[in-house]
């Protein structure tokens, strides 16, 4: 079982650096493509909740958000519960970018799944929620321990 642990890190580390090599073309960081794709995905997180599910310290999030905030790709707008929280959003100027971050990614998609049917695809997205799943309920668990 720890290979298979193993291996689907590895797998992640290698895609998520190809993604990176070829993300730095298009003038975005490893960093700032993460922080717009999650803000996406997620639009009006604070700026803790965004560094915890980008996996850094809070400060790290501010400095990208303040140069992508620099760039007018990204807003901070006050959360109308809580006078001293910012919730953060994408501008209209950072869908151009998302347009081809997301071709990128689709791109990259077909190359690594190649010779894989969409079944076999879907199968295994399947299976990593559940992976996902049984990581966080343990993650939960410890911290009810704790």
């Known amino acids: 079982m720890k290979e298979l642990a193993w291996e689907i890190g590895e797998t992640s580390r290698m ?3 190809y993604y990176d090599r070829r993300a730095s073309a298009l003038g975005v960081t490893s960093a700032q493509w993460r922080l717009l794709l999650r803000l996406s995905r997620e ?9 915890e599910r980008l996996d ?4 790290t999030a501010c400095r990208i958000v303040d140069r992508l ?15 001293r929280a910012w919730r953060l959003v994408l501008t209209e100027k950072a869908q151009p970018i998302l347009n081809r971050l997301r071709a990128l990614a689709e791109e990259m998609s077909g190359e690594a ?12 997205r399947g299976k990593l929620a559940r992976i996902r799943e049984n990581v966080c309920r343990a993650e939960a668990a410890q911290k009810g321990v704790a």
């Open 15 to 17: 895609m998520r650096r």
């Open 43 to 51: 639009p009006g997180l604070k700026q803790v909740e965004l560094a």
């Open 56 to 59: 850094v310290e809070p400060i």
């Open 69 to 83: 905030e620099e760039a007018g790709l990204v807003e901070r707008q006050r959360d109308p519960d809580d006078r």
């Open 113 to 124: 799944f190649a010779g894989m049917s969409g079944e076999e695809v879907e199968a295994m």
